[in-house]
Structures are given as structure tokens and as C-alpha cells.
């Protein structure tokens, strides 16, 4: 089991950044990628961007240039750098983490609301 505790959301003006923690405990020697997905009023959970232990990162096409994942593997913990938010980028943001063989963890969520 990976536990994980997720920090960093709130209210935020079009155009201000924020920045997204995730940090992991429980069986982290398992993992082999950790991401962040997000879900809009409506809408389906999608992938915003995610880091495999290779160091490959894939971004959404609609955060590409504007969001950076990146880890610290020493303290087992993700982060999502926002830059430039926009209003339709607000959505309750979740930290995922994939093990091996199969396994996959979800955060308990954080609010994102970007507006004037």
C-alpha cells in the first residue's frame, strides 16, 4: 500500500501560478511513476502530466509550456509547478502514483480555482 497526502491547492487570479505537493509514504521502493490528473464539474478525470522513474514526463496538450512535473525522490514526493492558470484550468487536482506490477494510488484531492 502507498499512502499520499496531497498540499497546495486554493484561489488563484487568472494568469498567477501555483504549485502542487504530493508526498508519498508506505511502499514507495514500488513505485515506478507518480502524476497528477485532474476532474472538472462534468467532466471526465484527465491526465494533466505525470514522471516515470526513467525520467520521462507526458504533459496534456492543453498544459504543455505552462505546467512542469518534477520529483524528489529522496523525500518520495511530486510536485506540479502551475504557471500562467487559466479559468478553465480549475478542477479538483489528484495526485496519482502507479506501482509495480499493477498498482495504482489516488490522492484525496485538492481544489484548484483559477479567478478574478
Known amino acids: 500500500q502507498v499512502q499520499l497526502v496531497e498540499s497546495g491547492g486554493g484561489l488563484v487570479q487568472p494568469g498567477g501560478s501555483l504549485r502542487l505537493s504530493c508526498a508519498a509514504s508506505g511502499r514507495t521502493f514500488s513505485i515506478n511513476a507518480m502524476g497528477w490528473y485532474r476532474q472538472a464539474p462534468g467532466k471526465q478525470r484527465e491526465l494533466v502530466a505525470d514522471?516515470?522513474?526513467?525520467?520521462?514526463?507526458n504533459y496534456a496538450d492543453s498544459v504543455k509550456g505552462r505546467f512542469t512535473v518534477y520529483r524528489d525522490n529522496a523525500k518520495n514526493t511530486v510536485y506540479l509547478q502551475m504557471n500562467s492558470l487559466k479559468p478553465e484550468d480549475t478542477a479538483v487536482y489528484y495526485c496519482?502514483?502507479?506501482?509495480?506490477?499493477?498498482?495504482?494510488?489516488w490522492g484525496q484531492g485538492t481544489q484548484v480555482t483559477v479567478s478574478s
Open positions: 514522471n516515470t522513474n526513467s525520467g520521462d514526463s
Open positions: 496519482n502514483v502507479r506501482t509495480f506490477p499493477r498498482g495504482s494510488y
